[in-house]
């Protein structure tokens, strides 16, 4: 079974940078493509980007010039750093595998809520 | 980007009853390979969101038949029949035929 857990702060300061890591069970992340997506308070998601088997990544515009996407094949994990955050940062942020063939994202982590204050 | 514009916001159904769920993008969903990436989620409460249905009508897996997905280019629904408690939450469509990947704005189930 294909199973994703985020880990990482629950709060981080304005300017600050946020780290998270996805470590993966269950499947390979040498295949498929695995992403991350936001969640606001209130009903809002985002998506901010994914990297796929190959290890090249896409990135949401919106955010493009403060993200980085990475991941350590040896330790089947990804990992998101978003750059220089402020308050409107403050979400719920899961990983997720995306698939290309169905287009969706198929299987989530529990997610971890982020704080941005000081 | 795609919007994709939900409707209801919120919406309140019996056990038993039948909802439907609209959702719209500001762009044809049809890929160049002739795909609709159109797929839908729910969030129950304090869980993940959850994949539904992918590809505009294709069930995932253990996913129950009472759940219908159809529409074509830019207008799509989702039905849900017989509706139980369990299927409280907000639903989502979405969207993967063009990057950057999109969000409806979720629409609330509740339960009478």
């Known amino acids: 079974e294909v199973q994703l857990q985020e880990s990482g702060p629950g709060l981080v300061k304005p300017s600050q940078s946020l780290s998270l890591t996805c470590s993966v069970t269950g499947y390979s992340i040498t295949s498929n493509y695995w992403g991350w997506i936001r969640k606001f308070p209130g009903n809002k998601m985002e998506w901010i980007g994914h990297?796929?088997?190959?290890?090249?990544?896409s990135y949401n515009p919106s955010l493009k010039s403060r993200i980085s996407i990475t991941r350590d094949t040896s330790k089947n994990q990804f990992f998101l750093q978003l750059n220089s955050v402020t308050t409107e940062d403050t979400a719920t942020y899961y990983c997720a595998r995306y698939y290309g063939y169905t287009g969706g994202f198929d299987y989530w982590g529990q997610g971890v809520m982020v704080t941005v204050s000081s | 980007d795609v919007v994709m514009t939900q409707t209801p916001v919120s919406m309140s159904v019996s056990l038993g009853g039948q909802v439907s769920i609209s959702c719209r993008s500001s762009?044809?969903?049809?890929?160049?390979?002739?795909?609709?990436?159109l797929s839908w989620y729910i969030q129950k409460p304090s869980q993940s969101p959850q994949l539904l249905i992918y590809k505009v009508s294709n069930r995932f897996s253990g996913i129950s038949d009472r759940f219908s997905g159809s529409g074509s280019g830019t207008d799509f629904t989702l039905k849900i029949s017989r509706v139980e408690p369990d299927d409280l939450g907000v639903y989502y469509c979405g969207q993967g035929t063009q990057y950057p990947l999109t969000f409806g704005s979720g629409t609330k189930l509740e339960i009478k």
């Open positions: 990297i796929s088997y190959s290890g090249s990544t």
């Open positions: 762009q044809s969903l049809v890929h160049n390979n002739g795909n609709t990436y």
